[in-house]
């Protein structure tokens, strides 16, 4: 398997430089790294506000149709 990754994690190296900022939602909040609905994210610990989140792109579009796929072929 050969997967491309010329690049760094850039999902998690904007969770850190984010992370432990002032929250721009209110005025007392900070950053911090949380998962928020299964994603990868910073959220402030006042207001609860996700600042920023990372979805996760591994998942496979086409994982339906790798159900189908009957394991008894012939
Ligand atoms: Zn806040």
Same mark, same amino acid.
């Given at each position: 398997?050969?997967? @491309? @990754?010329? @690049?760094?994690? @850039?999902?998690?190296? /904007? /969770? !850190?430089?984010? &992370?432990?900022? !002032?929250?721009?939602?209110?005025?007392?909040?900070? /950053?911090?790294? &949380?998962?928020?609905?299964g994603n990868a994210a910073v959220v402030c610990t006042n207001c609860g506000t996700p600042a920023a989140q990372i979805w996760n792109e591994e998942t496979s579009p086409s994982d339906a149709t790798t159900v189908a796929v009957s394991p008894t072929d012939r």
């Open positions: 398997m050969h997967l @491309q @990754q010329d @690049q760094p994690d @850039q999902s998690t190296t /904007l /969770l !850190a430089r984010l &992370e432990d900022t !002032a929250c721009s939602f209110c005025d007392d909040g900070r /950053l911090v790294r &949380e998962e928020y609905k």
